[in-house]
């Protein structure tokens, strides 16, 4: 079956450095990756998501870009703030309405 | 505007008493999920709706029901909870299935005493 796996499980900034955050799953008819943004005590919250049909997607300072061929994506964060500090899920979608979730990265960014 | 809404947000019950978790949106989406997420770890699948077609994941426990009354209502029931089963449940939807974003509520943090 589909296995997302999801590196690194924290990661640890300073404000204004960039974070990266990757993935790798294993099923290549995964054709859509969203990225969720989870804070303490809600819900996983939409932040970006790519379509296979893309290469790399950007909006302000959050960018994903997606190998097919390798079968990996990743998040990229630049000049972060304390405020993007939460924990970060990946996921691909299979089997028409279903997806994996990565196990998730918690992002600490210090002031 | 919210969009997906759970209620309660917290929820107390005693271990066997059987507890009820309701989920609405107001996206009119087809598709309705219901999710459990533990503490640091991935939300895992229980089941999910496709209109009225309910589908469940072959490791859901039978402890878990769920009922979709209209597109804009899901009950997630659990009918003994153990203490294995505090959690937070997370409600999602989609307009509906393939490459589609789903959208989550805020969860419903359950504790069994």
């Known amino acids: 079956g589909e296995n997302v796996e999801q590196h690194p499980s924290t990661l640890s900034v300073q404000e204004g450095d960039s974070a990266v955050i990757k993935c790798t799953y294993s099923?290549?008819?995964?054709?859509?990756f969203p990225w969720y943004k989870q804070e303490l005590g809600k819900g996983p919250q939409l932040i970006i998501d790519i379509r296979s049909n893309v290469g790399e997607k950007k909006d302000q300072r959050i960018a994903v870009t997606l190998n097919k061929t390798a079968k990996h994506f990743s998040l990229h964060i630049t000049e972060t703030q304390p405020e993007d500090s939460a924990v970060y899920f990946c996921?691909?979608?299979?089997?028409?309405?279903?997806?994996?979730f990565g196990s998730g990265t918690k992002l600490n960014v210090k002031p | 505007d919210a969009m997906v809404i759970q209620n309660p947000r917290y929820q107390v019950t005693q271990f066997g008493k059987p507890v009820t978790l309701s989920c609405s949106q107001t996206l009119n989406h087809n598709v309705m999920y219901w999710y459990q997420q533990k503490s640091s770890q991935a939300p895992k699948l229980l089941f999910h709706?496709?209109?009225?077609?309910?589908?469940n994941e072959a490791d859901t426990p039978d402890n878990f029901q769920s009922r979709r009354p209209n597109t804009s209502f899901c009950f997630l029931d659990i009918r003994s909870p153990g203490l294995g089963d505090a959690a937070m449940y997370l409600c999602?939807?989609?307009?509906?299935?393939?490459?589609?974003?789903?959208?989550f509520g805020p969860g419903t943090r359950l504790l069994v005493l």
């Open positions: 996921a691909a979608q299979y089997n028409f309405n279903k997806f994996y």
């Open positions: 709706y496709y209109d009225k077609d309910f589908n």
């Open positions: 099923d290549s008819a995964s054709n859509y």
């Open positions: 999602a939807t989609s307009r509906d299935s393939r490459r589609e974003t789903q959208y």
